[in-house]
């Protein structure tokens, strides 16, 4: 008998003809693969993260499981956007780099959701890649920790993954893009607006400090189109 489970979807690739293997982040399951049968024909509804019920058939002899369908439970509006649809392309290639299979976490799917809400309805665009990585940084347990009480002489020390008071360097970077991320990591009300360039500079360090804990992150096919259709 058919079982179905909440999944967001991330990424596909071909099988056999007209087959796909397809992942999916679920709420139960964490990562998780299933084998796609005539999936080519069916998956109008399969694009970077959307959200609905995974239709699926249980067997446990098998690694991949036989999926039969997926319900979109959205009406994402993003698809039609192409910066907002490589802003999702990107997160969702970071979360393959970033998560391993069958290792569920309840905050991480609650945090990627909120993330494809976030692209239906953020007026602020070229902000969405930045604060993806600042959202998925607690649930992946690498949050940055801000030792500060005012923004004058911080520092991100990347090594220790902390925001303190220091001298800045390669290693230790700071100013106005350290002065932003501090206020996002602490949910304060912030003055600093990034400019264009400052927001690059930023996703460039802050895919540094991921790639720290996580090496695929140094290679991001989705990097290039988000450059190409942001700038």
């Not at 489970?5 to 964490?30: A, C, Q």
């Not at 106005?176 to 501090?182: H, M, P, S, V, Y």
Request: hydrophobic content about 40%; proline content about 4%.
């Amino acid at each position: 008998m058919a079982e179905k489970i909440n999944g967001i979807f991330l990424t596909r690739r071909k099988h056999t003809s007209g087959s796909l293997v397809t992942t999916f982040l679920t709420d139960e399951e964490g990562l998780k693969s299933f084998y796609f049968r005539g999936g080519e024909k069916k998956s109008a509804t399969l694009y970077p993260l959307a959200e609905g019920n995974v239709i699926y058939s249980p067997n446990r002899r098998m690694d991949l499981l036989p999926m039969s369908g997926f319900e979109n439970l959205h009406a994402d509006n993003f698809v039609y956007d192409p910066r907002r649809g490589a802003i999702a392309f990107f997160i969702t290639e970071l979360l393959m780099k970033c998560t391993t299979e069958n290792n569920p976490d309840a905050a991480l799917y609650e945090r990627t959701s909120a993330l494809r809400e976030a692209l239906n309805n953020e007026d602020r665009v070229a902000l969405l890649p930045l604060h993806a990585l600042v959202l998925l940084m607690d649930p992946l347990g690498i949050r940055i920790a801000v030792d500060r009480e005012e923004h004058s002489g911080q520092v991100l020390d990347i090594k220790d993954g902390v925001i303190r008071a220091g001298i800045e360097s390669d290693k230790t970077p700071g100013g106005r893009t350290i002065n932003w991320l501090a206020d996002q990591l602490t949910e304060a009300a912030s003055s600093v607006v990034l400019s264009r360039e400052e927001s690059n500079q930023l996703l460039r360090l802050l895919l540094h400090y991921y790639a720290e804990h996580f090496p695929g992150v140094h290679k991001m096919k989705s990097l290039e189109v988000l450059h190409e259709t942001m700038n």
